[in-house]
């Protein structure tokens, strides 16, 4: 893939197989794109259905974050990747206090009953 860093999927597919089976490809390619992204979407309005917003209908849940990725597509997602990787870390740093104040008080609680 190096070698075609300038092209798309579909252009690099109709470089390697040639123009016919390119095509195909592509279009298998594109399909389960597709595919999987409507899976994705429907087990996410399951779950939500089912477990977070009961009594919201599933076709608005579904609406809901279909819109939220396609202005995350329109803004580009590589504006939002310095933000998340902030975001990692400050999760892996509220993990490790987390249960360092979880096991420090759990000890406390142990010697209080002694």
């Known amino acids: 893939m190096f070698l075609y860093l300038s092209k798309t999927y ?33 087990e996410i ?6 477990q977070i917003m009961v009594e919201t209908p599933f076709q608005m849940i579904m609406i809901m974050f279909l819109l939220t990725n396609l202005i995350g597509v ?3 997602i590589r504006s939002n990747l310095p933000y998340s990787d902030y975001l990692f870390s400050m999760d892996r740093y509220a993990a490790f206090l987390f249960n360092y104040l979880s096991c420090t008080s759990n000890k406390i609680r142990f010697l209080e009953k002694a």
Request: no cysteine; proline share 0%; aromatic share 24%.
């Open 10 to 42: 579909v252009e690099v597919y109709g470089k390697i197989f040639g123009k016919w089976i390119g095509k195909i490809a592509s279009l298998l390619y594109l399909f389960y794109l597709y595919y999987l992204s409507s899976v994705l979407l429907r």
């Open 45 to 50: 309005g399951d779950f939500f259905t089912t």
């Open 74 to 76: 329109r803004v580009r």
